[in-house]
């Protein structure tokens, strides 16, 4: 395993047998790029801060109750950790309710969540300690607990989704006990707060761009739908399943749908949200209204309401649910070149994104393949209207603020506002001139 000059001349400096655990190891042995580098060690945090003390290193507590630091030098950052044991109370809360420090290694490996996760490696001695066999589980492909199963999910239920997300990114297959344990105690995630299910779903959505695992982020929600995990945490994605379609334009139902949208989506998580996401409106919609034109704005507003509640970020929201919300525009092509060109000037900012979600709903229909016809046509519209000069927003028009003076205080937004709806095919108005006269002339044309 590869060590770097830092973390050698950090070894120098240790009184104790110093290794690297975790991810990285796993990663190095598994062949794929290694990022982070966590250390563990006997020594207690008080006696590594007083040991670099005076060195080129410096080292700052992270969490004194777990005995964590955070440890720089020569460029590099490290996150070290005490060996210790950890105690929880019970429903799987997620954070340690105490812990003890002084253990040897096979208690600190065993109090881990995965074997994958317990390999360590010695700085000093260059040899990799396996205290409860990681390393065959690699060789195997196989997902295990370093401890029984029941008592690991019962300690942090989020394990549940780290599971999923390391089965999918890593292309493992979750040991049966695990399995059938995680689907078992699976409420128990009704236990962890909303920031922690998010980053572990966001993990999830984009697993195979980490390791290049093809379609890790398709069987990653599968294996959410295995385990009974998806109505928890994607319900309205769950009640896809099994909702019949139109056969003549879809070969799948919609959650099949759904999946097929999603897995054409490049890992970009506003786009993957967006694809997995964007027919959820088609239930409620045909119950509501015994058909499913309106589940494009159905699906933006339970899209919205769920991304809020999973506490994810107002623009990120925002920008989903808007692509969810335009995600039908023009499907047949047959909106006239104004309709068009008025779409673009509102939307311009999203048209790029919409047209990658039309064509992956295009090609997650099952029925048809290529490019989408209209989205194609947005991007050429948005094309032709950068280069014939049109103005996207007031502040690109040939007149300002200044030049509107002259008409009631009342008109004046209206007015700029109107001015630049007119420009987006009036090629009369994006001169100064024309723009002007539109001007003088809204009282009485507006």
């Given at each position: 395993m590869f060590v770097s000059k830092a973390l050698l001349k950090l070894r120098k400096l240790w009184t104790a047998p110093l290794y690297i655990v975790g991810g990285?190891?796993?990663?190095?042995?598994?062949?794929?790029?290694?990022?982070?580098?966590?250390?563990a060690s006997p020594l207690l945090p008080e006696e590594v801060v007083k040991l670099l003390d005076g060195s080129p290193f410096s080292a700052k507590p992270n969490?004194?109750?777990?005995?964590?630091?955070?440890?720089?030098?020569?460029?590099?950052?490290?996150?070290?950790?005490?060996?210790?044991?950890?105690?929880?109370?019970?429903?799987?809360?997620?954070?340690?309710?105490s812990v003890e420090f002084g253990v040897s290694i096979f208690e600190d490996a065993k109090r881990r969540d995965f074997t994958a996760n317990s390999i360590y490696f010695d700085i000093g001695k260059g040899e990799f300690v396996d205290p409860v066999g990681g390393m065959g589980d690699l060789e195997r492909r196989i997902l295990r607990t370093a401890r029984a199963p029941e008592e690991v999910i019962d300690?942090?239920?989020?394990r549940i989704l780290r599971m999923v997300r390391f089965s999918a990114k890593l292309g493992f297959q979750p040991d049966a006990k695990l399995f059938q344990a995680a689907k078992a105690m699976r409420l128990n995630l009704n236990n962890i707060v909303p920031d922690r299910i998010r980053d572990e779903l966001v993990g999830i959505m984009l697993s195979d761009a980490e390791n290049g695992v093809k379609n890790a982020h398709v069987r990653g929600i599968e294996l959410m739908r295995e385990l009974g995990v998806l109505e928890l945490i994607l319900p309205e994605v769950a009640a896809c399943i099994g909702v019949a379609q139109n056969p003549r334009w879809h070969r799948y139902d919609v959650y099949g749908h759904l999946l097929k949208t999603?897995?054409?989506?490049?890992?970009?998580?506003?786009?993957?949200?967006?694809?997995?996401?964007?027919?959820?409106?088609?239930?409620?919609?045909?119950?509501?209204?015994?058909?499913?034109a309106e589940h494009p704005d159905f699906g933006a507003w339970l899209a919205g309401k769920r991304l809020g509640e999973?506490?994810?970020?107002?623009?990120?929201?925002?920008?989903?649910?808007?692509?969810?919300?335009?995600?039908?525009?023009?499907?047949?092509?047959?909106?006239?070149?104004?309709?068009?060109?008025?779409?673009v000037l509102e939307h311009y900012k999203c048209i790029p994104e919409l047209v990658i979600l039309k064509n992956a709903d295009r090609a997650g229909s099952g029925m048809r393949s290529g490019p989408s016809p209209a989205g194609e046509r947005l991007l050429n519209t948005?094309?032709?209207?950068?280069?014939?000069?049109?103005?996207?927003?007031?502040?690109?028009?040939?007149?300002?603020?200044?030049?509107?003076?002259?008409?009631?205080?009342?008109?004046?937004?209206?007015?700029?506002?109107?001015?630049?709806?007119?420009?987006?095919?009036?090629?009369?108005?994006?001169?100064?001139?024309?723009?002007?006269?539109?001007?003088?002339?809204?009282?009485r044309n507006g």
């Open positions: 990285a190891v796993r990663d190095a042995l598994l062949g794929y790029s290694v990022s982070d580098i966590d250390l969490s004194v109750k777990l005995g964590t630091l955070g440890i720089c030098g020569f460029g590099e950052k490290f996150e070290y950790t005490a060996f210790r044991s950890d105690s929880y109370a019970d429903g799987g809360h997620h954070t340690p309710a300690e942090d239920a989020l999603y897995e054409n989506t490049p890992p970009e998580l506003e786009l993957r949200l967006a694809g997995l996401l964007h027919d959820i409106g088609k239930p409620p919609a045909g119950s509501a209204k015994g058909r499913t999973l506490r994810f970020s107002g623009k990120l929201t925002d920008r989903v649910s808007e692509l969810i919300r335009l995600h039908m525009f023009d499907l047949r092509g047959d909106v006239s070149e104004k309709e068009e060109r008025l779409f948005l094309a032709a209207m950068k280069k014939e000069g049109v103005a996207f927003s007031v502040g690109e028009l040939k007149v300002n603020g200044n030049d509107v003076m002259k008409l009631q205080p009342a008109l004046r937004g209206n007015a700029l506002r109107s001015l630049l709806r007119r420009n987006a095919f009036d090629p009369e108005v994006r001169t100064r001139e024309g723009a002007l006269k539109y001007i003088r002339d809204f009282p």
